[in-house]
């Protein structure tokens, strides 16, 4: 099997959803992180205390937009400078590498920080702009001079653009050893996605009081991944005893493991029940022909072989935990 | 012919006069000689066209005009002289003696043709020749051969006058068969001709018709050949269509066993699908353990389907792979199919092409077989025709000869016995000659006269009696020179025996003191010439009127 193009079975990509998957796979390791979706502002990462709050701007901005107010509306710098927690807040704007080249110039770089790999703040003369115009949008010039030390200017290393973003996530989640081959890169990111709106929408109960159920929590992740890696297990445990069916049985075997979740679930059930435990530390192949010989008059030899390797895999993650 | 009535016209000295003769004997007599009796006698028959430079001296003959009122069977004419011209009848038409003689042979049925001294071939006659045997001349008989001076016959073989006239005038003549004979020369060239044509036709038959024979038999054999060829290659076709059909079969079994097994994944994608979004809309309030259990059930239906979705585009590939492996085979079995039916209609075609052939050939072979025998068969039909036709010639030449040699026997015979009378009578002549010989007469002076006299009086008495042809008949008086009573009287009875009596219509001049030689003169019609004067100047002005047109 090949892979046909993996950015192509992603769902709801948005360059919103990308930042955030991408602070959280940089950083769920770390500890005491925490991630909530657009509590106050589009996504707010706590680590070791540090609370930032993120703004993410999937255009591609200048300076001036940062400060322009719009229609009425207030500039995003002043929205973003705008929101307090209960600690001191860091700020960052996480837009594209695409800025305004002569505004970008003028950036410091930070380096990096907790969340991101590098990051810039306003020079003298920037922050002296942002400042006037913040000023004269109604923002309190002490408060704005302190909030605008902790204001940063994240690059992502990708636009909106799907071929682009998601090659990149799947990247970084290979370099935390996660598996990203045969689709599963596309899967966990699916998940994470999914997760992300599902917390997007949760209402806020209070700026302050952060909704548990906002919060894009270590434990889902790692649920993510580990459930990918299970699907790797599995892949090696077939890959393991394949070779002792023919090409066609192969075949057979692998779609209908494919559709033991709609199709077998009641006579996995029976298997598990009949083939009780076993040692999965042998020979996969006499592993799985013992365990045949077991339960082979529960059905047809295919779809049998296709849940005893399925529960096979799942013996072995559990173990692996 | 019958000469009822003579007229001359001399138109310059305006005199005329006009003679009438009956049948029989016709004496023209006077008392004296160069009276005019020769010059009447010779305008008379210088009128009938024979011509004649021998008029007395004095007979301006080129200044008269002369008429003869003839009956001939019934029927009754005119033949009117003017020098040269001639007219017939009552007709306008002016004739010179070439037409004029056409018209008098015909009239008198004389188809008589003689021998010219110049060419090989024979040639119609004047109106002179016939007439030379019916004219004793004076002057001109009693010399060299009998008839040979009275008439201009040159122009004519020697030896053929006047034997040819004699024997065409007795009925002995060859002429009939010269003609049978060339008519049988004709036809035995014209069949060798066809003898020739028949021996090129034979070489024909062997190497032309034999040759055929051969080129019939390679181009059949070529020509099986090629057809056997086509069924080979039609044959290796089949196998092939075959084979494609096979291949198509096999593929097509493969195409409905994964287009079912991609019906089943199909259905279980969306069965996948429907639980995951059912996974979803699932109330999110519950508490994070399901949360988890459902991010793993999503996951693991995503798992699912993401390979599902793999096997899917790999049947579909399979799908449009196979399609297009069985489209590819059916066009290719349809072109083979394509090929193998024209193969096939030319292989049938060469085989009609191989019947056709033959049957033309055959068919070609025997129409020229046919028309070789119908040539061949044609030229032999010719042949014999011709070989038959000679063959009746032949015997018709015979016959011709028999009769001929038969009556000339007779004629023979005859003239022998005749002659043998007038011996008896003139005894000192020599006349022992044979019929028909006319050469000329050795002996002389008065013992001549004799032999002329008697072999003329047995010759006209043939003629009298065998000729179907009546012409008047003139003798210019018998020698002038004899003296002898003795042989006068016996000449002028020979004359009045043979000539006189006959019931022919003849013509004799003598002196009227020879009347007493002739016993019954007074049964002639007596013709006077007095006072010497032939032509009056009194009868001119109603003779003239008897010539139409003369002014």
């Known amino acids: 099997m090949n892979l046909n193009g993996g950015v192509n079975a992603i769902r709801g990509f948005n360059y919103q959803k990308a930042v955030i998957s991408l602070i959280a796979i940089l950083n769920y390791q770390k500890n005491n992180f925490e991630l909530f979706i657009e509590n106050q502002e589009d996504a707010e990462v706590l680590i070791n205390n540090t609370h930032t709050f993120i703004q993410i701007k999937g255009k591609k901005l200048g300076l001036a937009d940062l400060i322009r107010e ?89 636009s909106n653009n799907l071929n682009r973003a998601i090659p990149f996530l799947k990247g970084k989640m290979n370099d935390l050893k996660i598996n990203v081959d045969n689709g599963k890169g596309d899967i966990a990111l699916n998940e994470l996605f999914k997760l992300i709106d599902q917390k997007s929408e949760i209402l806020v109960d209070s700026e302050y009081d952060y909704n548990p159920k906002k919060k894009l929590t270590v434990e889902e ?64 192949k006499k592993l799985i022909e013992s365990l045949y010989r077991k339960v082979q008059h529960l059905g047809n030899e295919i779809v049998l072989y296709a849940i005893i390797i399925d529960i096979v895999a799942e013996r072995i993650q559990e173990e692996l935990k | 012919m019958i000469i009822e009535k003579f007229i001359i016209i001399d138109f310059i000295k305006k005199e005329a006069n006009s003679f009438k003769f009956k049948q029989g004997a016709n004496i023209i007599c006077s008392e004296n000689n160069t009276a005019g009796k020769s010059c009447l006698l010779k305008s008379l028959y210088y009128t009938l066209g024979l011509e004649t430079n021998k008029f007395p001296n004095g007979w301006d003959y080129k200044n008269m005009i002369f008429k003869i ?134 070489e024909l038959e062997d190497s032309f018709i034999g040759e055929e024979k051969k080129t019939t038999v390679f181009n059949e054999r070529e020509l099986k050949e090629e057809i056997r060829k086509y069924l080979k290659l039609a044959s290796q076709m089949s196998e092939d269509i075959k084979k494609y059909k096979l291949y198509i079969y096999k593929k097509q079994i493969s195409l409905d066993a994964i287009k079912l097994d991609l019906i089943e994944i199909k259905e279980v994608l969306r069965n996948l699908t429907t639980n995951y979004n059912k996974i979803s809309s699932k109330c999110s309030q519950c508490n994070s353990e399901l949360t988890v259990s459902q ?150 002076g008065a013992i001549k006269n004799q032999v002329f006299l008697c072999l003329y009086m047995v010759y006209t008495e043939l003629l009298f009696k065998y000729s179907r042809i009546k012409i008047p008949f003139v003798l210019d008086s018998i020698i002038k020179d004899e003296l002898d009573s003795d042989i006068l009287y016996k000449s002028y009875s020979i004359v009045n025996d043979t000539i006189l009596k006959s019931k022919e219509q003849t013509f004799v001049a003598l002196l009227v003191d020879k009347l007493s030689f002739i016993d019954s003169y007074e049964n002639y019609n007596k013709i006077e010439i007095k006072e010497k004067r032939l032509l009056l100047k009194d009868k001119y002005a109603d003779l003239e009127g008897e010539i139409p047109n003369m002014k």
């Not at chain 2, 071939?121 to 009275?150: C, H, M, R």
């Open chain 2, 295 to 444: 991010s793993i059930q999503r996951m693991k239906l995503d798992n699912n389907r993401v390979s599902l979705g793999k096997y899917k585009i790999d049947l579909e590939r399979n799908v449009a792979q196979l399609e297009k492996e069985i489209e590819n085979g059916l066009a290719k079995k349809l072109n083979i199919e394509h090929d193998y039916k024209k193969l096939l209609s030319i292989a049938e075609v060469k085989q009609g092409e191989l019947t056709l052939s033959q049957y033309i050939k055959e068919k070609a072979k025997e129409d020229v077989k046919n028309i070789y025998c119908d040539i061949k068969n044609n030229l032999y039909i010719q042949e014999k025709d011709i070989s038959k036709k000679i063959s009746e010639i032949n015997k018709q030449i015979n016959q011709l000869n028999k009769a001929i040699e038969s009556k000339k026997n007779e004629i023979s015979k005859d003239f022998d016995k005749s002659l043998l009378d007038k011996r008896i009578i003139f005894s000192k002549a020599n006349l022992d000659y044979n019929f028909l010989n006319f050469n000329a007469i050795k002996d002389s």
């Open chain 1, 221 to 284: 992740l790692d649920v993510i991944f580990e459930t990918v890696d299970s699907f790797e297990v599995k892949d090696r445990v077939w890959r393991a005893i394949k070779d002792k069916f023919t090409i066609y049985k192969q075949q057979k075997i692998e779609i209908e493991g494919s559709k033991i979740i709609i199709l077998h679930r009641s006579l996995k059930e029976s298997v598990i029940q009949e083939i009780g435990s076993f040692n999965i530390d042998q020979d996969e």
């Open chain 2, 69 to 202: 009122y003839y009956d001939h069977n019934g029927h009754k004419g005119f033949i009117t002289r003017l020098n040269d011209v001639f007219w017939i009848d009552n007709s306008d038409k002016s004739l010179l003696i070439k037409e004029y003689s056409t018209w008098l042979l015909r009239l008198l049925d004389i188809k008589m043709k003689l021998p010219l001294k110049a060419k090989e071939e024979l040639s119609d006659v004047y109106a002179a020749a016939p007439l030379s045997l019916f004219y004793i001349d004076q002057d001109t008989s009693w010399s060299n051969g009998l008839y040979k001076n009275t008439a201009n016959l040159c122009m004519y073989k020697m030896n053929s006058v006047p034997k040819n006239i004699f024997e065409y005038f007795l009925g002995i003549s060859s002429d009939e068969i010269i003609d049978l004979e060339d008519a049988k020369t004709n036809l035995q060239s014209h069949k060798q001709i066809l003898i020739n044509q028949s021996g090129t036709l034979g």
């Open chain 1, 70 to 158: 719009k229609k009425g509306q207030k500039s995003i710098l002043f929205k973003n400078l705008s929101k307090e927690s209960l600690q001191e807040s860091r700020y960052k704007i996480v837009t594209f590498e695409s800025f305004l080249a002569k505004d970008k110039k003028e950036l410091n770089s930070s380096g990096a920080s907790l969340i991101f790999d590098e990051i810039y703040e306003y020079s003298v003369a920037q922050k002296e702009n942002i400042t006037d115009k913040l000023k004269e949008q109604g923002f309190s010039e002490a408060i704005l001079r302190n909030k605008l030390s902790k204001s940063y200017i994240y690059f992502s290393p990708f």
